[in-house]
């Protein structure tokens, strides 16, 4: 049985009832996240991200297929919103694929094949004869494990709707890459390449009946809240020039 590790995730195991897991002290997070420079988004959280991120599509086979990103940071390894040894900055949405952390749902492979159901999963390092029980001694499960349970399922299927969005948006032709170039006021201009927007000209193109598929379907707000978001990558820039007031390098990045 092979399993593949969620981006950011080291090595997952499938969980069972005698683990005990360590879990994250309220608002601290492990050092993972702070060399993340982009964060998966789920389809409901898309319009509570737009207000503190630039929400992107990101593809790996030229357009073909696409998942929504939250941008964090503009450089490699770089997570504004993150310092070292704290938590995430609570002044702002703190995105569902932290919150979930060491757990995680995934699909495994046995021979080769894939298979259809998901299951859960703990970070291996997650893992400790002095962690948390999730299980009582009858095997039932702890209002904690509980909890979470209900909310690594419900943010799965969320991203599989996210999935589901992306796959129309693609079909429909409205994808387009796009770069971020700056100039910070001190340093070298940064330039951050290999995301994609949605063009705004091409939705005005569409017929009529494909405009209300999306608009009930839920997809049309959440286009335009990715377009509005978009704005953010000023804020992004606010942000690391207060925290890396004398940078003088150039930055070329690739998300």
């Not at 919150?99 to 859960?120: D, H, K, L, W």
């Amino acid at each position: 049985m092979d399993i593949t590790p969620p981006y950011g995730y080291q090595e997952v195991v499938p969980l069972t009832k005698e683990h005990r897991v360590v879990l994250p002290a309220d608002g601290k997070l492990p050092p993972v996240f702070q060399g993340m420079m982009v964060i998966p988004m789920s389809y409901t959280e898309i319009s509570l991200a737009c207000h503190d991120y630039p929400v992107v599509f990101v593809s790996s086979d030229q357009g073909k297929t696409a998942v929504a990103m939250a941008v964090v940071g503009l450089e490699q390894q770089q997570n504004l919103f993150m310092s070292p040894g704290a938590g995430w900055d609570r002044s702002v949405y703190v995105p569902a694929y932290v919150r979930r952390y060491p757990f995680c749902m995934t699909r495994v492979n046995v021979s080769g094949a894939e298979q259809p159901e998901r299951i859960a999963c703990v970070e291996k390092r997650a893992l400790s004869a002095t962690g948390d029980a999730l299980y009582d001694d009858k095997g039932e499960p702890l209002p904690v494990w509980e909890n979470l349970r209900k909310f690594l399922f419900e943010f799965e299927a969320d991203l599989s709707r996210t999935e589901a969005m992306c796959k129309i948006i693609i079909e429909l032709g409205l994808l387009e890459p796009f770069n971020m170039q700056a100039k910070p006021n001190e340093g070298e201009p940064l330039t951050l390449s290999g995301m994609y927007r949605v063009n705004e000209q091409k939705i005005n193109q569409l017929s009529a009946d494909k405009l209300k598929e999306l608009v009930q379907n839920g997809v049309l707000p959440r286009i335009y809240a990715h377009l509005m978001s978009l704005s953010n990558f000023a804020r992004l820039m606010t942000r690391r020039a207060n925290q890396q007031p004398k940078v003088a390098r150039k930055s070329d990045a690739k998300v």
